[in-house]
């Protein structure tokens, strides 16, 4: 079963918009995880966020962490073309220190 | 500098049948984990590898069965198939047996069961 859920579960920008993606988990968590992943190949990891951070960037990239929500945002600044792809959010439960869960990811498509 | 390795790329097999699935990890990475994504999911946790043993397994049946070697490479093997095996399967490494750092994952093996 999916451990999270990843909200909306498709979004269309154009070139140059900002892009958030919400994310929700049920567990505690050690930490949590954005992957990207292109035509249904292999996952990239973008960024992890630890549970005693609140805030994390990497480049055009900003995720933040409420852990008394259980929800975790990505916002991608300056959509590309190249952004577009599916996002997904896997977390990393306290009780488990080997697998991650992920959710059914945003499908995001950036038209130039 | 490799990433993570997978063959083949795409495989059809046919119900009832046995598949080998293989995977050679990042360099420097140690453990292997193994996961299904059946189209419009998201992946999910067969199981992790790591000093050559399975270190934890998700919700899979026993069907599904996966080896390390010492050179730190995996194969999963799914026997008897069944039609809703049919998914992208996912390799992924890491350095330790562990989830608190990212995981580098291979580009894939599409399994068609028909």
């Known amino acids: 079963s999916q451990q999270g859920e990843e909200d909306p579960q498709a979004l269309s920008i154009q070139e140059g918009e900002n892009a958030t993606m919400n994310c929700s988990y049920k567990?505690?968590?050690?930490?949590l995880q954005w992957y990207r992943q292109n035509s249904g190949r292999g996952l990239v990891h973008l960024i992890l966020i630890r549970s005693n951070e609140r805030e994390k960037h990497s480049g055009r990239l900003r995720v933040t962490l409420d852990t008394s929500k259980k929800s975790s945002s990505l916002l991608i600044t300056a959509s590309r073309a190249a952004d577009t792809a599916s996002y997904f959010c896997?977390?990393?439960?306290?009780?488990?220190?080997?697998?991650?869960?992920f959710g059914k990811g945003t499908s995001l498509l950036v038209t130039p | 500098d490799a990433g993570v390795t997978q063959s083949p790329t795409h495989l059809i097999k046919t119900r009832g049948q046995q598949v080998t699935l293989r995977c050679s990890p990042k360099?420097?990475?140690?453990?292997v984990s193994w996961y299904q994504q059946a189209l419009g999911q998201g992946p999910q946790f067969i199981f992790q590898y790591y000093e050559e043993e399975e270190r934890q397994r998700g919700n899979f049946p026993d069907r599904f069965s996966g080896h390390q070697f010492p050179n730190y490479s995996s194969e999963l093997n799914v026997n008897a198939l069944l039609l809703g095996d049919s998914a992208l399967y996912l390799c992924?490494?890491?350095?330790?047996?562990?989830?608190?750092?990212?995981?580098?994952f291979g580009s894939g093996t599409r399994l068609t069961v028909v």
């Open positions: 567990t505690s968590i050690n930490n």
């Open positions: 360099s420097g990475h140690d453990t």
């Open positions: 896997a977390t990393a439960p306290s009780n488990s220190g080997y697998a991650l869960n």
């Open positions: 992924a490494s890491s350095f330790l047996s562990t989830a608190n750092y990212g995981y580098t």
